[in-house]
Structure formats: C-alpha cells, structure tokens
C-alpha cells in the first residue's frame, strides 16, 4: 500500500500506527499523561471505603479527593487535559484494596489516592510500586511499615505512626503531665496496636486497656477500670467513633480523666459529638483542620461546599493529596512517573492542609505537631 493509498483511509492509517508502536512506545505514551493522553483525558484512582463499617470515614476521604478534582476541572484541567476520578469501594478490606490496585493498573491509571484505612495502604502498596507506573500518595494511613520497604512511587500525606508517638510522648512529658497518671486504650487495628506498642515503651509505668468492640458493657467496664485507677490522661488509639463514645462514657460515669488522641480523633464523627468530647486534646500535626487565612483553605473550603462536604481532617486529606499530585504535574510539566517523583521530593507543596514536604522514603518531613482542644462543641488548634 502507498503512502498516499493509506491517507485515503484514515481508519486504516490510524490502525496501522498503533500497531507500529512498540510496548516502550505505549508506555512512554500513557506515562506522558497528561499532556499526552490518548483518550483526551487522564484517569486517576480513588480507593477508599465506599460501604461498610468504615463508609463514614471514606466517604469523607473520597469527597475531598472527587472536589479537588472537580476544581481541578473547572479551572480548565491539568495542563487543559480534563481529570476522571474512578472511585473503588476497597471497604477498608485488604483483599479488596490489592484487587482494585490490580483493576486500576489494567484501566491504565497512573496515579491513586488511598486508600483510606492502614490495612489496605499495606496490602496494596507492592500492587502500585511494582507495576512501574502508577504513583500513589496515601491521605489518612499511618502505619510506619508503609513507608520503610523503598516504594520509590508512595508517599503519605498523614504522619506515621512512629512520628504520632514521639509527640504524644512529648505531650506526656511536659511539665504538666508528667506527674499525672497515664493509661493506653487501644483497639485491634494495625494502628491501634503499633501506636499502643509504641507509647507503652515511651512510658513504661502506663496501664493499658484493650477493647474490641468498644460498646456498651465493655465501656462501662473500662471506665470503672480507670476510675479505680485514678487515671489522670488516656490515649485513645482507637478509631475516632469509639473515642467519642468512650469520652462521653468516661463524662456520664464522672471519671475525672482527659482523653488524648491523635489526628484520627479530627474526624467527622467528632464533629457530631456534641459535649461528649468537651475537654478532650488531639495531638496533631498543624493544619490538619485546615491551614485556615490561606488561599488554598479557601479554595478547598469552596469546593467541599460545592460538593456539600464538611471541611474536616479526612475530606481535607483527601484534596490534599489530589492539590499535592496535580502541582507536582504541573511541575514537572507532565505526568511521567520519574519527573512528578522528582517534582514531589525537590520543594514543599502549599496545599489546604498547610505546607507539605516529603522525606526520602515518602513520609512528611518534620510535621509541625500541636495541641488540638474541644471546647463548645469544636475543635481549636492552640497555636
């Protein structure tokens, strides 16, 4: 056939280019999107619990993450190529978030948000690094083994558990506190146990509770428990629903204790607790409830409102990680995996949960920990 014969059939000629295109010429190809996407967008992932036991806290991750994009969209794209969000339904389950990774690659996704819970960030992390072009940058997972296996493509928006520990045990050691008696709370989740691990070797002298369904009975029980004790401060490494319900059990039983947390603590449900957590202190880094008086809160603040979203710590996660990607694309004026890596380990981000840097392995470099109090029904960062 001709060259000019195979002008005269474009369908031809266009079949007859991608068939001469070699794997590397594919890849380099879905690895410059955007600018360069042969579908005239690019595709992101979002994994997150859509239903079950941890839908509240994922459908919060994954509004914030959907909103960015949204904004990101309204502005006329990311290097003016239009952004789709896929949302899977991990349901906070490993199995199901190493699956989606596998889904994900196959529908040429070249970067995820998620997922939300610790388990499945685990789970799925060799899923996204090994395939070879997928980044992912993790909003709310804090398990410190997450970041430790060289995952050159991962990155974690939330500080790691490790990090949550020596701040809480700082907290603990101010002049304050250091005389007052300490019991640990944990529940039987990754973080709840690496946390609980951690502070039990920071403070040695301090009692420690397990529960397991942190209701009713088992509640009552614990908080005669620490009465008995005259426990002084307890640390909740529980899921932010439970120690609401534990500090408004602890309030209605007169055990005269002040619960202590961390950024989970900063979540949606804590908004719904009324006077149950009046007193309580949530030991986090600054900003998480938004780095408020900047432009990037207030764009976020807009887009969550749009999307009839709470700004809270977990929506505001979710834009975060979505605001840090698209930047880092436009830094490295495309979406290679090598350039945006490069791009989001050179500088700090400014995004709406403050200035954002990344370590070698990923993490947050030095997140600026405060003191976070409830008082008339919200949380105040004491700057």
């Known amino acids: 056939m001709t060259r000019r014969r195979a002008w005269r059939y474009p369908g031809l000629a266009a079949v007859l280019a991608v068939a001469a295109l070699t794997p590397m ?144 045990a700082q907290f603990l050691s101010s002049a304050d506190n250091r005389q007052r008696k300490f019991a640990i709370v944990q529940d039987a989740t990754v973080s709840g146990q690496a946390v609980a691990d951690g502070l039990a070797k920071a403070v040695p002298k301090a009692a420690r509770e397990r529960v397991s369904s942190a209701q009713g009975d088992e509640l009552l029980s614990l908080a005669a428990r620490l009465q008995s004790e005259q426990v002084q401060l307890v640390y909740a490494a529980v899921s932010s629903d439970a120690a609401v319900r534990l500090s408004a059990v602890l309030r209605e039983k007169g055990v005269g204790a002040t619960l202590v947390s961390g950024a989970r603590l900063l979540s949606a449900s804590a908004a719904r607790a009324g006077n149950a957590l009046e007193g309580a202190v949530a030991v986090a880094p600054s900003g998480s409830l938004g ?35 698209a930047e880092a694309v436009r830094r490295a004026d495309g979406g290679a995996l090598a350039g945006v890596i490069r791009a989001l380990r050179e500088k700090p981000f400014a995004t709406a949960i403050g200035p954002i840097a990344f370590d070698a392995r990923g993490d947050r470099s030095d997140p600026r920990f405060t003191l976070f109090r409830w008082s008339d029904g919200r949380f105040r960062e004491l700057r």
């Open 25 to 168: 010429a594919v890849r380099v190809l879905a690895e410059g999107c955007p600018a360069i996407c042969p579908g005239g967008r690019v595709a992101i992932g979002i994994s997150t619990a859509m239903t079950g036991a941890f839908a509240p806290f994922g459908q919060q991750m994954a509004a914030g993450a959907k909103a960015a994009v949204a904004e990101i969209n309204r502005a006329g794209g990311l290097l003016k190529v239009p952004v789709d969000a896929i949302v899977a339904d991990d349901q906070c389950n490993p199995p199901n978030a190493a699956r989606i990774a596998f889904e994900l690659i196959e529908r040429k996704v070249g970067f995820v948000a998620g997922p939300a819970c610790t388990g499945p960030a685990l789970a799925s992390a060799s899923v996204y690094a090994e395939s070879g072009g997928v980044l992912q940058i993790v909003p709310l997972a804090t398990a410190t083994e997450l970041t430790r296996r060289g995952f050159v493509s991962l990155f974690r928006l939330a500080p790691n558990d490790e990090q949550e520990i020596a701040a809480v």
């Open 291 to 325: 780095a408020e008086g900047t432009p990037e809160y207030d764009r976020a603040v807009g887009a969550l409102k749009a999307a009839d979203a709470p700004p809270d710590m977990v929506s505001l996660a979710g834009y975060a990680a979505i605001e840090a990607w």
